[in-house]
């Protein structure tokens, strides 16, 4: 019973191990692209000093984000339709993703709000009153980023998982 038990730690360490792996990996790519964008509005809007603060508030919301991604591959969001073409495939999962990641940041939002001593009433008065744009726009935003992580994953899940990344990072077997 003893070995089971040793058996059973060492599978579950290991899948924690994958899970923060992949969490890190997930974080890292959306903390890359909310930094990019954060760098690109400055330079439109002509800001020259660029805040730690912006770059740390960056860094929080693409380790939320990376956790609801990471709760949408265990809920398999986006698996269920069954297409041949590849394509298809990773257009419907980054769709699928991105409606997962606007319903979590609703809420999220109105978590918040409540913690911050806001009726939920108003919180969500004050989503309602944002314009079509402010919705549309970082959904748009958020599909763009979602859709080449999404690519390489099921790239890679169709090749044998792993080799994607070994072909591109020179450990291919030639």
Known sequence: M??????????????????MR?????????????????LYQNSILRINDLALLPLSSAAIKALVLGKFILIGKAIKVGERVK?????????WKSLATMLLLMIFTGIEDLLVGFMHGHAIADTMGEMMARSWLQWVAPSLVM?????????????DASMGKGSLARILLGHSQR
Not at 2 to 19: L, P, V
Not at 22 to 38: E, M, N, P, R, V
Not at 83 to 91: A, G, P, S
């Open 2 to 19: 003893n070995s089971k038990n040793g058996k059973d730690n060492a599978g579950i360490r290991q899948r924690f191990k994958e899970e």
């Open 22 to 38: 992949s969490y890190i990996f997930i974080s890292f790519y959306l903390w890359i692209c909310f930094s990019a964008l954060l």
């Open 83 to 91: 297409n041949d073409v590849l394509l298809y495939r990773i257009l």
């Open 143 to 155: 599909l763009l980023v979602l859709i080449p992580f999404i690519a390489f994953e099921k790239i």
